[in-house]
């Protein structure tokens, strides 16, 4: 073994060995018939690994790790998504640099050209994956644009359709005007615009005076409707029920009175334009108002409006009506105005809020089972704030649009006839289903991408075919993802798996941390905040940049702090030198735990008590918790203690000693495989007499065997804390002063320090301590962790104390 450790090449190796020994497949090592499932989640087939998916693919591959160890009969599914409008603007803006266009290719060959792309450059993800040594079943890759995905996703849609759910509607959508569809709430980023604030005068229809509005967007006076005002406004009382003029179109609309208009902004009374903004879309619809439009597709004005007006760049309509307002005497005044706007994730267009007729999925049906299994945690969310918010986004369910009219994605299985009847089916119909006619039209638009990823964790496994994977690893165990996701994704699995499966697709999801840069701001490559864990990895190892990823995944927002990926870089190390140093002496032995000193008992304790605190932390899926643990087990137990004060005995080659230190590194190594993976491996295969590789080993099940020897250190580490501290030397038994002696190696070997003035420090801390922990309001008050630090830093220097007593 070389005498330091340097993942480069190391970690390749293993990757490529466990996946070609076919022991990332699912069931690999399995011991007993229980399943233990997580599907990733399907990252863009265009994407490239973030901190996020590091982290994510971590936690998942430390879960995966664990119970395959234990026996467990694990699948953990990889796979890619087509992201439909993300997968589309790469390619249409590759069009446009070209000099071409998505029109001018046509649907057709526009989409060969996006599958082209994707076979050249796409599906990068999983190889990144591979490197951070995730133990995903590699061969078992699909994608939500595969033929048999494609299947599932059909029949999936014609379900939904039979059930009544589906159904079509104009409403009021995020449309982005450079890719022309509609986009989801998520995809839409609010920043701070300047703009204009226009006041016009709305003049009474019976001339008795004005109304004045303020808005941004004068263009869209055009389709105005309605003017309207907060029922207890005081300024307004006489105006509700009469009617005003509409600039530039002079249509007489009605003043009305509804609570959702805010008195405080601009006049208070606000100009309703139910095509063009979504609540006024709420208001026109709850008082029966007609929908206009004056803004098209394109986010130029329609035919709609009026001569002079038509076919012009927003910004350009709007110089006009405030023209026409300023020649007419209605302009009452300007002013800036601050504000956020929204805006395409991919294209940064301004969106229009417009309103189409799209594709719904009614939701008040579906969401019953879903919201039931939630209350009885059924499935349970972590941490419990987020399952409070996955239980409240059910409730508050709008319909879902499922439609965009994008090309790249899944078209709608609805076909048209020229009578107007609708056939849903698949496969493809060859006549219409109401009047048999052959002259059928497939409806243009595309499902919305989180369609198909709603049915992951059973598409994957076949539905909605029969198949034996459906039926051995449904439902599955976890699921771990970002927090933007649980109403998009997370809680749609949630309720099409009990549609189609009639169960919950896994019982557990954890919600992972945010990663934020170092600063403290959003990481975002257009920040230039964005780091790459690729670069971690290459520079520290993926086990160090595993454990450093999951040390830091304390809470909901976290900071990012190279410092502990470094940390994960020196543990491994120390694991190295101290396995050298047991190996090195250890020609001929095999490994054999019979433990005899005082240090051996001590430290199968000390295993299995870190043992069973690594499994409950990661049954908990408190993460930094079990790293933590396994950080003080390996560096101060094992290293600094055991191994310093069995040294002797290892270098004079006792064959129990030696046998004994073997069984122990080998139960240290498989307590630490689920978090570094690579480094346990390769120090496994150096020890004597090896029938299997480490991670399809068995988990060391603690045996309780040496539980009594937990705290026999206890007082030689009491002794090296007087004596590192002061100088001082306590009394100690005949084998505990054995391993003081191999272990703090002091000085002078009847100490030097001044004890009397030890105990009167002593003294005092102790008198402290106590004066603390007796003040009711400190201990009722103090955070639990706090107040425990202190009762265990009182029994400390107590027990100290009465070392030096004795
Ligand atoms: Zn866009
Ligand atoms: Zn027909």
């Not at 019976?206 to 055009?222: E, K, M, N, Q």
């Not at 950080?631 to 005995?649: H, N």
């Not at 002593?762 to 106590?770: I, N, P, Q, T």
């Amino acid at each position: 073994m070389d005498t330091l450790y340097r993942p480069e090449g190391v970690e390749e190796r293993w990757q490529r060995t466990w996946e070609e020994e076919g022991l990332y497949r699912a069931g690999a090592g399995a011991r007993r018939d229980e399943t233990f499932v997580i599907a990733v989640p399907p990252p863009n087939v265009t994407g490239a690994l973030h901190l996020g998916h590091a982290l994510n693919g971590t936690i998942q591959d430390a879960l995966v790790r664990l119970h395959r160890m234990q026996g467990y009969d694990t699948l953990w599914q990889p796979g890619y998504d087509h992201a439909g409008i993300s997968t589309q603007n790469v390619v249409e803006k590759q069009l446009v640099a070209e000099g071409t266009s998505r029109k001018e290719l046509g649907r057709d060959a526009f989409v060969e050209r996006v599958w082209r792309h994707l076979e050249e450059t796409g599906r990068t993800i999983m190889g990144q994956f591979r490197r951070l040594g995730a133990s995903l079943d590699y061969s078992r890759e699909r994608f939500t644009m595969d033929d048999a995905y494609i299947e599932a996703v059909m029949r999936f849609f014609v379900h939904l359709w039979e059930r009544g759910w589906i159904y079509r509607a104009e409403r009021i959508v995020n449309w982005c005007p450079f890719h022309e569809t509609a986009i989801s709430d998520l995809e839409v980023v609010h920043v701070e615009m300047d703009d204009a604030l226009t006041y016009a005068r709305y003049p009474f229809a019976d001339g008795s005076g004005s109304v004045t509005v303020a808005t941004v967007r004068p263009a869209t006076i055009l389709a105005d409707v309605a003017v309207a005002v907060h029922p207890d406004d005081e300024r307004y009382r006489d105006a509700i029920g009469k009617d005003v003029l509409v600039p530039v179109v002079e249509r007489a609309v009605p003043v009305i009175a509804d609570e959702r208009v805010q008195p405080e902004f601009g006049t208070g009374a606000l100009k309703v334009t139910p095509g063009h903004d979504p609540t006024d879309f709420e208001i026109g619809r709850d008082h029966g108002l007609e929908i206009l439009t004056v803004i098209g597709p394109d986010a130029r004005t329609s035919d709609a409006a009026p001569d002079g007006f038509a076919g012009l760049p927003q910004e350009e309509a709007d110089e006009r009506v405030v023209a026409w307002l300023r020649e007419h005497d209605r302009l009452e005044r300007r002013e800036s105005y601050r504000h956020a706007v929204g805006t395409c994730e991919r294209c940064h267009t301004r969106i229009e809020p417009l309103v189409s007729d799209q594709w719904w999925c009614a939701m008040e049906e579906p969401r019953k089972p879903a919201l039931e299994a939630l209350r009885e945690r059924r499935v349970r969310y972590h941490p419990e704030s987020q399952h409070a918010f996955a239980i409240r986004s059910f409730e508050q369910i709008p319909d879902w649009n499922v439609s965009r009219q994008l090309w790249w994605g899944h078209q709608i299985p609805i076909w048209t006839c020229p009578d107007g009847h609708r056939t849903c089916t698949w496969p493809e119909p060859d006549a219409c289903a109401e009047c048999d006619s052959g002259e059928l039209e497939r409806d243009p638009d595309v499902l919305d991408t989180w369609f198909s990823s709603a049915l992951w964790p059973y598409a994957t496994l076949g539905w909605p075919h029969e198949t034996p994977e459906l039926e051995r690893y449904y439902p599955g165990n976890v699921n771990s993802t970002a927090r933007e996701i649980i109403r998009l994704w997370e809680n749609r699995m949630i309720w099409t798996g009990l549609e189609v499966m009639g169960e919950v697709p896994f019982s557990d999801v954890i919600i992972h941390s945010t990663v934020l840069a170092p600063d403290g701001r959003r990481m975002s490559k257009s920040l230039g905040t964005g780091i790459d864990p690729m670069d971690m990895i290459e520079k520290h190892g993926a086990d160090a940049t595993r454990y450093g990823l999951l040390k830091m995944s304390s809470t909901q927002d976290v900071r990012f702090a190279e410092g502990m990926i470094e940390e994960g870089r020196k543990l491994a190390n120390k694991l190295w030198n101290v396995a050298r140093l047991i190996l090195g002496n250890a020609e001929g032995v095999e490994p054999g735990a019979r433990p005899a000193t005082l240090e051996e008992r001590w430290i199968f304790a000390r295993l299995d008590g870190a043992t069973r605190e690594v499994e409950e932390a990661l049954r908990a899926f408190e993460f930094s918790r079990a790293v933590q643990t396994l950080y003080r087990v390996t560096f101060d137990d094992f290293c600094d203690w055991y191994a310093e004060a069995a040294k002797p005995l290892l270098y004079e080659r006792d064959p129990r000693a030696t046998a004994t230190a073997l069984a122990a590194l080998e139960r240290l190594l498989a307590l630490l495989h689920p978090v570094l993976p690579h480094v346990t491996e390769e120090i496994w295969t150096a020890l004597p007499a090896r029938e299997a590789r480490l991670v399809v080993s068995p988990w060391p099940e603690p045996s309780g065997e040496w539980d009594g020897a937990a705290d026999a250190l206890e007082r030689v580490q009491d002794a090296a804390a007087i004596y590192r501290r002061s100088g001082v030397r306590v009394a100690l038994g005949p084998e505990e002063e054995r391993i003081f002696a191999a272990v703090v190696r002091p000085a002078e070997p009847n100490g030097g320090g001044n004890a009397r003035a030890e105990i009167e420090r002593l003294r005092k801390e102790v008198a402290r301590g106590e004066r603390m922990l007796s003040d009711a309001r400190f201990v009722e008050n103090a955070p639990a962790d706090v107040v425990e630090a202190e009762r265990e830093k009182l029994a400390r220097y107590q027990r100290e104390l009465d070392a030096l007593e004795r």
